[in-house]
């Protein structure tokens, strides 16, 4: 299966929300809602952020909110901070017992 | 605490394979799956395959064309991905991590990694 597409990129200020759009198809991301998203920070493991689009772990920022819209998912950080800073990857449950991950998103606070 | 810890680094040449242990603690072992997701330098992730704990059922992704085999010893609560046939492009850090059964649950907790360099 194809990784899920996602900006290489995004920036903010602290204090500014930013969003960050992982696309896939109507056979993932567009048809489960199971879109997941893991913050990675430089030679660390992913930590789970959202989950079924737009669930929260226990312990993760009210900041990070996640939302879907036909086969694009969003993961919105708002009231940026410099500890935001990391690689963020979506993934989406693709059918047949199957997962798939996007490319990642470098996310800069300026 | 929950907790995957994953064997050490391996250095393997072409052509060989490597076999990594993911060992888990603090939650029982045959209530989650093991999923096996690798990440080669400056790269995305990539979902590689699973096992179910409690019955040993496995998938794993097409790109590997039949080299991962997945197993698990639930008497020492540790799973294993073996990687076979192994090029330079296999080299990269290959992680574990568990996931309650149902389509829609994520990876909610990680192995720390396991760097594989596949080098002549």
């Known amino acids: 299966q194809s990784a899920l597409t996602q900006p290489p990129s995004a920036s903010g200020s602290p204090g500014q929300s930013v969003t960050i759009s992982c696309t896939g198809t109507s056979s993932d991301v567009g048809y489960y809602n199971s879109v997941s998203w893991y913050q990675q920070n430089p030679g660390k493991a992913p930590k789970l952020m959202i989950y079924?689009?737009?669930k929260r772990p226990s312990g993760v920022s009210d900041r990070f909110s996640g939302s879907k819209s036909g086969n694009t998912a969003s993961l919105t950080v708002s009231g940026l901070q410099a500890e935001d800073e990391a690689d963020y990857y979506c993934?989406?449950?693709?059918?047949?017992?199957?997962?798939?991950f996007g490319g990642g998103t470098k996310l800069t606070v300026l | 605490q929950v907790q995957l810890v994953q064997s050490g680094a391996e250095v393997k040449k072409p052509g060989a394979s490597v076999k990594i242990f993911c060992k888990a603690s603090g939650y029982t072992f045959t209530s989650y799956i093991i999923h096996w997701v690798r990440q080669a330098p400056g790269q995305r992730l990539e979902w590689m395959g699973w096992i179910d704990a409690a019955n040993d059922n496995t998938k794993s992704s097409q790109s590997f064309q039949g080299r991962v085999t997945i197993t698990r010893d639930t008497s020492a609560s540790t799973a294993y991905m073996e990687l076979s046939s192994l090029t330079s492009e296999d080299t990269a850090v290959y992680y574990c991590?568990?996931?309650?059964?149902?389509?829609?649950?994520?990876?909610?907790?990680w192995g720390q990694g396991t760097l594989v360099t596949v080098s002549s």
């Open positions: 079924e689009v737009s």
């Open positions: 993934s989406s449950y693709a059918g047949s017992n199957t997962w798939v």
């Open positions: 991590a568990r996931k309650i059964r149902g389509p829609t649950q994520p990876l909610d907790c």
